[in-house]
């Protein structure tokens, strides 16, 4: 059983920067494949990014279109802790973030029903 607990949502101003952190009680984010989410109101929960390891310190990462080149996923596996780091945020990235793991490692799953864990969230909202 994975517990996780995110945090360093909040409003901020188109072109700020925000990290959010996703700590993890459990086995190491390891044996796991990671993914951060977000849901709009009115608007299904979409994949942001996700990450996950081929042995040692190799992970591999991918991305939502909408923020490559903006977001970074990573994880520190001897703190138990993700992080999505957001740069020039904009209007549109304004959403509840969630934090996700996947017993599997095979790949890096967008879909939302891959994942057997999830927290409970923080809001991000950026202002024009």
């Known amino acids: 059983q994975v517990q996780l607990v995110e945090s360093g949502g909040g409003l901020v101003q188109a072109g700020a920067s925000l990290r959010l952190s996703c700590v993890a009680s459990?086995?190491?984010?390891?044996?796991?494949?990671m993914g951060w989410f977000r849901q709009a109101p009115g608007k299904e929960r979409e994949f942001v990014a996700g990450i996950r390891w081929s042995g040692g310190s190799t992970y591999f990462a991918d991305y939502a279109d909408s923020v490559k080149g903006r977001f970074t996923i990573s994880a520190d596996n001897a703190k138990n802790t993700g992080y999505l780091q957001m740069n020039n945020l904009k209007p549109e990235d304004t959403a509840l973030y969630y934090c996700?793991?996947?017993?599997?490692?095979?790949?890096?799953?967008?879909?939302?029903?891959?994942?057997?864990?999830w927290g409970r969230g923080t809001q991000v909202t950026v202002s024009s």
């Open positions: 996700a793991a996947s017993k599997s490692t095979l790949a890096i799953f967008s879909r939302a029903a891959l994942y057997d864990y």
């Open positions: 459990g086995r190491t984010f390891s044996y796991y494949s």
